[in-house]
């Protein structure tokens, strides 16, 4: 699955805030010596739009990406990303939005359908077959994880104050663009990049990308959860409800295969 460079900028946005660690307070980053994601995000989007077309290279990614060094267990997976862009085009020293592409990891999906969807889906579909498209991640995941998020209640919240389809926290929403977590359009798409952020970061596991995104990325890395083995040995130390959450996101998910 490819998606475009535009794109592609927001989930190592998406990435780069996680591996800071950040509060999404700018002033308070910058007074700790951090580089906060509006300035990556204007770094980034300088070079892209250097050329006047909104184009960037590969070459000019990667260097980017080395100047605000990221750990070096997340800078692979990025310049893996970075390394494809290079190769989408042969015939151009840049790539613009017309041609451009990433190649997002494989997710599988279930074989088999199971069990019956949600009577309001249908009104959904649109949006999630769009997210699908621009993220690179199956329909299915997310309509299953809405499924077993809110019922594909766009006005659910939890006692926690996850909100809508998707259920993402205020800081969460905010750190996506989402303005309004309560509108079906915005709260997919802010829900589908973060999954599909997680999911570049877990090197397209389904299981580690459910519990990062029901639990928190810090909670697995307080853990040493990096991979499928990290995640066996340590299962039962996860939280309760994110134990339960990944196998009924799985089970919901084979509803919409």
């Known amino acids: 699955m490819i998606i475009d460079p535009r794109t592609a900028k927001q989930l190592i946005e998406l990435q780069w805030m996680d591996s800071m660690n950040l509060d999404k ?62 190769g989408a085009s042969q015939s151009s020293s840049s790539l613009d939005r017309s041609s451009a592409k990433i190649e997002m990891p494989s997710v599988s999906e279930p074989t088999v359908k199971s069990g019956t969807p949600n009577a309001n889906a249908a009104q959904y579909a649109d949006i999630v077959q769009a997210a699908s498209s621009k993220y690179g991640i199956p329909q299915s995941l997310i309509n299953g994880i809405i499924d077993a998020e809110s019922s594909f209640n766009p006005n659910a919240q939890s006692g926690a104050g996850a909100k809508g389809l998707m259920q993402l926290m205020d800081g969460t929403a905010a750190g996506l663009g989402v303005k309004n977590s309560f509108d079906p359009q915005q709260n997919i ?29 810090g909670t697995l890395q307080r853990l040493g959860i990096r991979t499928e083995a990290d995640l066996d040995a340590n299962f039962d130390r996860l939280p309760r409800e994110t134990q339960n959450y990944i196998g009924r996101v799985e089970k919901a998910q084979a509803k919409y295969i």
């Not at 700790?32 to 070079?47: N, P």
């Not at 077309?53 to 070096?72: C, F, N, R, V």
């Not at 798409?189 to 990062?212: C, T």
């Open 189 to 217: 798409d802010g829900g589908a990049s973060y999954i599909a952020s997680m999911l570049l970061r877990f090197d397209g596991s389904q299981r580690l990308a459910l519990a990062a995104y029901n639990a928190g990325p």
């Open 25 to 86: 307070s700018a002033i308070k980053n910058m007074e700790q010596g951090k580089i906060d994601s509006s300035v990556f995000a204007t770094l980034l989007q300088q070079k892209m739009d250097q050329s006047g077309t909104g184009s960037i290279s590969a070459q000019e990614l990667m260097k980017t990406l080395d100047a605000i060094a990221l750990p070096a267990d997340r800078m692979g997976s990025m310049k893996e990303g970075a390394t494809s862009l290079e």
